[in-house]
């Protein structure tokens, strides 16, 4: 059943070719009543036997097939109350009938195949809805924000003819534009982030440095306090471009997240065979229904101008060093990340 066209199409192993099937198709008449009728009695049917309009339509399907000899069945494909199709078998050897226990066989088959349609059919539904809601979703992010960008230039624009010489205006200008063409690189590295594949390259390394090397990108534009304490590690196989991408985002959230002036802990430790980031805020927190259902998923954020793009992409560099990343938090009290490594030749 063709359920977009409302058609049946033909299929099968050696009785018709491609442009026949398509030429019974076309031509199949009353094609509403025939599904109705198999809706109201999806059991096999005679179709010797039978004498209903749809019967008689089913017929001219194949007239070939049906003019001589016996035992010839139709078999419904219903599954849910959908008519997802029908099996019709041809003239039988000899034309012996069919007994009852054929029959419920039969419907058993007939079951069996409805039921494995319909779920091709609602997993390809539900493929394309997903598709489509996440479509949607990362839509109604990137749309605001460049409706954003949009605005900002083109107040500009309409004030420039007025105020070009201004160099006031010209100052306010230019840094208008370079903040929204910031923005407007931001937007396409997170979105990057989600397109491009994540290439891992472990090295011997020692966590501490990782971090250490992290946070001194970071003293240009962190106007926060935090609190270090990095105690000698064992060294350990990881990628250290990629895990500063991690420190840094955690670190960037608990800065977020916390109160003005509020202290951030960053610490690391080592416990049985593994070593472990830690990243400590006493900022807002977080829900245990978020943490639970959106956290590391993209486009999910707490943050008003968030893309919720960093944590998803964050796991995804922890989980390709077959590590974990656990997190607690309260709402009001504030949220700790601990990022687990496992140390070479554990038993992890």
Not at 38 to 56: G, K, N
Not at 77 to 83: A, M, N, T
Not at 263 to 272: A, D, P, Q
Request: aromatic content about 6%; overall charge neutral; charged content about 20%.
């Amino acid at each position: 059943m063709d359920q977009e066209k409302d058609r049946l199409a033909f299929a099968a192993s050696t009785a018709l070719s491609e442009s026949n099937a398509s030429d019974l198709a076309s031509s199949l008449d009353n094609i509403h009543d025939m599904i109705q009728a198999m809706r109201v009695h999806p059991h096999p049917v005679d179709i010797d036997l039978a004498r209903e309009t749809w019967v008689e339509t089913l017929k001219q399907c194949n007239p070939e097939y049906f003019h001589k000899g016996g035992g010839r069945v139709c078999v419904p494909l219903v599954s849910g109350g959908e008519v997802v199709g029908l099996i019709t078998l041809g003239d039988r050897v000899s034309g012996a009938s069919f007994s009852t226990e054929d029959l419920d066989l039969l419907k058993c088959i007939g079951d069996q195949v409805a039921a494995s349609l319909r779920n091709i059919n609602l997993s390809q539904r539900l493929v394309q809805a997903k598709e489509m809601e996440a479509f949607q979703t990362m839509s109604a992010f990137f749309v605001h924000d460049l409706k954003n960008t949009a605005s900002t230039l083109s107040l500009m624009l309409q004030n420039m003819s007025r105020h070009f010489q201004d160099p006031a205006f010209q100052e306010d200008a230019v840094r208008g534009l370079s903040k929204s063409v910031s923005h407007l690189n931001n937007l396409i590295n997170e979105l990057t982030l989600l397109r491009q594949g994540l290439e891992i390259k472990p090295l011997d390394s020692d966590l501490n440095q990782v971090v250490a090397a992290a946070l001194v990108g970071l003293d240009g534009t962190a106007d926060f306090p935090f609190v270090k304490s990095l105690p000698p590690l064992p060294r350990v196989l990881l990628d250290p471009a990629q895990m500063q991408k991690v420190v840094t985002n955690l670190v960037i959230n608990a800065k977020e997240a916390a109160a003005p002036h509020g202290e951030i802990k960053v610490e690391t430790s080592r416990r049985n065979g593994w070593v472990i980031l830690s990243v400590a805020d006493q900022g807002c927190g977080m829900s245990s229904e978020f943490i639970r259902r959106s956290l590391f998923r993209p486009f999910q954020s707490t943050k008003k101008k968030g893309l919720g793009i960093g944590m998803f992409h964050s796991k995804m560099i922890v989980d390709a060093h077959r590590g974990r990343i656990e997190v607690e938090s309260e709402k009001g009290k504030g949220t700790t990340f601990r990022v687990w490594l496992p140390l070479p030749n554990s038993s992890v």
